[in-house]
């Protein structure tokens, strides 16, 4: 199997969303998503954005959003995607500063792509993160599809995080593969390269990135909300973190 036909197999008529102001680059990087097997829809602002995806084709399986947009942001649009729902989102931005990128991700966006970029890269970064937003198929085995810790029950196949109290926690692909990385790995110390590895997120970033301490805190606070909550995820100086509470398949 050719890498063309892998790609198709791997995301098949995946459908992105291209939000950009400048002309000269949104056709550029329509072009390069189409020739890699994407359906491919373009956006000038917030206004065009929204008039896609309330289109009767339906909401695209992901959205490349630049930061820098004329009325709304790409900051203030990927908060209004996220009171929306989970719809995979990576940014994308001539902005390439470390504060810029933790404040991406902080709003929940997926992955964060600084121009200029090489349309590899790119495309890479694009087929993780719809495979972060798709179960893989290890995932759907009905004998590990449950994951139960500390009262919280991770349902793999559905990718859904409850509770003890039965609510229903939203994850961000990003925490949802942390999280999966750390269960699967209860009381080893993880380090920031292999959560970086293990939860599939960027190749070549530098270890001591903020990207993972940054997803890390965010999952905090959604698995240990409350002040005395027992502490789940510790962190070992200078080695990373380790997931402490006892996991069990159900």
């Known amino acids: 199997m050719n890498e063309a036909s892998e790609r198709r197999l791997l995301d098949p008529e995946a459908h992105l969303l291209v939000?950009?102001?400048?002309?000269?680059?949104?056709?550029?990087?329509?072009?390069?998503?189409?020739?890699?097997?994407?359906?491919?829809?373009?956006?000038?602002?917030?206004?065009?954005?929204?008039?896609?995806m309330e289109s009767p084709a339906g909401e695209p399986d992901l959205v490349l959003l630049d930061v820098m947009l004329p009325g709304s942001s790409g900051l203030d649009l990927l908060r209004k995607l996220r009171e929306r729902g989970r719809i995979p989102v990576m940014m994308l931005t001539a902005r390439g500063e470390e504060m810029d990128r933790v404040l991406g991700l902080e709003l929940g966006a997926d992955d964060y792509v600084a121009k200029p970029f090489a349309p590899r890269e790119l495309v890479a970064r694009?087929?993780?993160?719809?495979?972060?937003?798709?179960?893989?198929?290890?995932?759907?085995?009905?004998?590990?599809?449950?994951?139960?810790?500390?009262?919280w029950v991770l349902d793999a196949a559905r990718r859904e995080l409850t509770s003890p109290d039965g609510a229903v926690v939203d994850l961000s692909g990003a925490e949802y593969d942390l999280l999966?990385?750390?269960?699967?790995?209860?009381?080893?110390?993880?380090?920031?390269?292999?959560?970086?590895?293990?939860?599939?997120?960027?190749?070549g970033v530098d270890p001591f990135d903020r990207t993972v301490d940054v997803q890390v805190s965010r999952l905090r606070r959604k698995i240990e909300p409350e002040e005395d909550s027992p502490s789940l995820i510790k962190t070992v100086r200078g080695a990373g973190y380790v997931f402490v509470a006892e996991v069990a398949r159900a």
């Open 180 to 203: 999966l990385a750390f269960l699967e790995h209860p009381g080893r110390v993880l380090s920031r390269e292999q959560l970086l590895e293990v939860a599939k997120r960027r190749v």
């Open 126 to 151: 694009i087929r993780a993160v719809l495979r972060r937003a798709a179960p893989a198929e290890a995932e759907r085995d009905p004998r590990s599809r449950h994951l139960t810790f500390a009262g």
């Open 19 to 52: 939000v950009e102001d400048d002309g000269e680059m949104r056709q550029l990087v329509a072009r390069l998503l189409r020739e890699a097997g994407y359906r491919v829809s373009l956006a000038r602002d917030g206004r065009e954005m929204w008039e896609v």
